[in-house]
């Protein structure tokens, strides 16, 4: 199946299960009252005891109704409904466990009955409890997204207009303590703004004129005025809203088959029922009376109630868990992917790398005096638009007091300057008659060299690099570590790609190429290893993204790589990537765990009764017991893994 094509596919999956789920879970506060008042009648029951059964039998009963009459509504009706979705017979969990409370009635068991259903119906809370706890990283968003804006009018007077009015071009101010209404550019004046909410940064940032600022960050103690460069529905906050959305409407591969499986199963169970009954009587020799009793038993030993919650709240709580940590999940069927991952890609620029070059080696003429020379080349490049300029100045601006010096670009010469009756240049050494040794080394390790020269004579060199960061490092270990394909694919050359890839210790460095041809590379990955991730940040990774088994966009980078991605990592930090990927294993673990123990207690449970070793009210402990089990293994995906 294509990419596109599965997406199709997903997106009406999504759509269908966002309709079961809010059927299974919008219960409101009526349900959970009630459910209290059967536990009241349940105690109350136990309290009065044998010494008036009529009683006891009737508040058993009305302890069964107020405490379960949501679970016995829906074994009902949502079965018929699914069947006639499906033009068959398509029961669910709910019934199995609605026939076993009225059957342990009909033998007399009333206790049993709703012992069944308190226990049943308190496991579905806890499940409403992993759905709730992630609902609310969406309500935290909600809650964040500002409705009104201060426009500013023509004559310079401000009013107050809702977000959905503003257009792009329009200028809004922004005061002190303000939320930022919408995504824009400052036009005038300074601030600190808070951005945790959209890149979990706690260190607020400094902005000036010409920087991006979000919507739903705080402004601080200065007040700004802003450009809107985003409509309203396309703010970065908009789509983290979305992709939490859709994330809690989505399934992993596991959860989504035992949801296929569940009909059929229940259907088995239900065929089994009959059967065991006359078994029993035929057989083993059992009277009906006893025949039915233990058919009752084995009715609920075989209910997948455990099964049936094995999946869900394990992987909402994942998704959960990464959404405060900064990492937005489009489904937990991605998180099934990245559990299983066999390689990753990543982009150079910007993923492995900082994204702008640095300073690494300098050397003037041991004759000269360094901080003279340095100083008049910040002094020349402070006026370049350039980011090797902007680099030099950087590196060196603190150290040394530069001349006013300006400086122009020559074409094919570079810059040049005239200062104290010398003309001094910056370019590359091929615009130099003279040659250093040391250069063709320096490139050699992928790094781009300047000469500085006066009077066309040479007086040394500055060699810059978009080097790796700390975090990369840290990143590629790991997944090497985990027996992952690293890869790269990058435009650069091929010696710059194989300076980095050696740097990181990358599997594979493949450079030189095109962006259209970086999706036949993540395709030839995905022959060779298998499951395959693509990390990016800009539109030439977008094809690559869309190809990826899974696509992962850092934050930072363009809206195009964030809205075709499936991951999306809200800071430019691959240790995000990397807790991921711990998340998604233990979330797969977790399952697989939750499925082996729920599969287990059930063949226990049908082997005991069948030698007689276990009555109903043991029946219901253990297999309800193993139902809230599995629910609370789930739930640990809600508290930090260990990174």
Known sequence: MSKSSATNHTKTHNHNHDHDHQASHNHGKLPVILYLIGLVLFFLALLVGDRQLLLSNILYTLSIASAGYHVIGEGVMDTIKDSKDQGRFAPNVHLLMSLATFGAMIIGNFSEGALLILIFAGAHFLEDYAYDRSKREVSRLLNMNPSQARLIQADGSTQLVDVADLNIGDQVQVLNGDQIPIDGEITSGQAVIDESAINGESIPREKAIGDQVFAGTINGSQAFKMKVTTNPEATVLAQIMDMVKNAQTSQSKTATLIKKLEPRYVTLALIMVPLVFIFGHYAIGWTWEYSFYRTMVFLISVSPCALAAAALPTSLSAISNLARYGVLVKGANYLSHLAGLKAVAFDKTGTLTTGKPQVTDYDFKADLDQEEILAIVVGMEKGANHPLATAIVERFADQVASPDITAHNETGIGLVADYQGHRYRIGKPTSFTE??????????????????????????????????????????????DQDVHTAMLTGDSQLTGQSVGQELGLDQVDANILPEEKADHIKALQDQHGLTAMLGDGVNDAPALVTADVGVAMGEGTDVAIDVADLVLMKNDLSKLVYAHKVARKMERVTWQNIIFAMFVVVVLVTLNFLEMTDITLGVILHEGSTLMVILNGLRLLLPVRK
């Open 435 to 480: 040659e250093l040794a040391v250069v063709s080394d320096l490139q050699g390790q992928g790094k781009t060299v300047v000469l500085v020269g006066r009077d066309d004579q040479v007086l040394g060199y500055i060699a810059l690099m978009d080097l790796p960061t700390d975090v990369a490092k840290a990143a590629i270990n790991y997944f090497k």
